[in-house]
């Protein structure tokens, strides 16, 4: 694990955002896979910001995201679909039919999963997968358990991330399951990068970098990518 300290979340937007930038330039028609949530909100800036003064372009760029919730319409404002048209592809130019999304709503989970890895591994597999981390050390929706999951899955959500992210939702109840990604699809990735800010994620990413790798704290098994560079403000960074 590559392991870098900023001050502040600001800096690692910065950071983080720079290192996409060059690489899509570098690679136009990359694949990216994305995840949601507050952590990755400054890089998605810093990224719009650099599209916006002309010096990238998502043109030719496919991504896929990490998960998405169980029985809510891909339209309702706390769908992870919107949250990425509203943080980033509305306000870059990628092509919608380049963005691919797990279908929460997906009757047959099983076949939906197939469908999400075969979409991957058709447009050449994942060149850097980006990561947060919860409380509890999950990544995507891989909850702490018995063992690392595969391929893409439908899971029950902990109450841990209910209480998390509960606070988002204001009309309706937040739902009870998650399609994500799996530790294998996510392990496939050639690059990933985690971010982790904030005193409240200090004891998982503890866990994740000094503790022993296990299905416990799922964000451990990072520990066994060949190239996993971790960005952490001085907060998540404070017990390690
Ligand atoms: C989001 C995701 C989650 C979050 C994690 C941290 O797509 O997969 O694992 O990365 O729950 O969430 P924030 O960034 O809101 O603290």
């Given at each position: 694990m590559d392991i870098r300290i900023f001050k502040n979340e600001a800096e690692i937007g910065e950071a983080v955002g720079k290192l996409y930038c060059d690489f899509i330039n570098s690679k136009p028609d990359c694949v990216l896979g994305f995840a949601t949530g507050a952590t990755p909100v400054p890089t998605y800036n810093y990224i719009v910001e650099q599209y916006k003064a002309g010096k990238?372009?998502?043109?030719?760029v496919k991504t896929f995201n990490l998960d998405e919730y169980c029985?809510?319409?891909?339209?309702?404002?706390?769908?992870y679909y919107t949250f990425m048209l509203e943080n980033l592809f509305s306000k870059v130019?990628?092509?919608?039919?380049?963005v691919g999304f797990l279908?929460?709503?997906?009757?047959d989970p099983e076949a939906e999963s197939a469908r999400y890895a075969a979409d991957i591994a058709s447009k050449g597999g994942l060149d850097i997968q980006l990561l947060g981390i919860g409380?509890?050390?999950?990544?995507?929706?891989?909850?702490?358990?018995?063992e690392f999951s595969g391929e893409s899955h439908k899971v029950k959500l902990t109450d841990s991330t209910i209480e998390a992210n509960s606070?988002?939702?204001?009309?309706?109840?937040?739902?009870r399951y998650a399609m994500t990604m799996g530790i294998g699809s996510i392990m496939k990735a050639r690059k990933i990068i985690l971010i982790a800010t904030g005193a409240s994620k200090a004891q998982a990413v503890k866990d994740m970098i000094?503790?022993?790798?296990t299905p416990h704290c799922?964000?451990?098994?990072?520990?066994?990518?060949?190239d996993a560079v971790i960005f952490l403000d001085e907060a998540a960074a404070s017990l390690l």
């Open positions: 990238v372009s998502f043109k030719d029985d809510l319409p891909k339209t309702h404002k706390n769908s130019d990628v092509n919608l039919d380049n279908d929460g709503n997906a009757a409380r509890n050390g999950h990544i995507a929706f891989n909850e702490p358990s018995d606070i988002y939702f204001d009309d309706i109840p937040m739902p000094k503790g022993p790798v799922p964000a451990s098994v990072l520990q066994e990518h060949k």
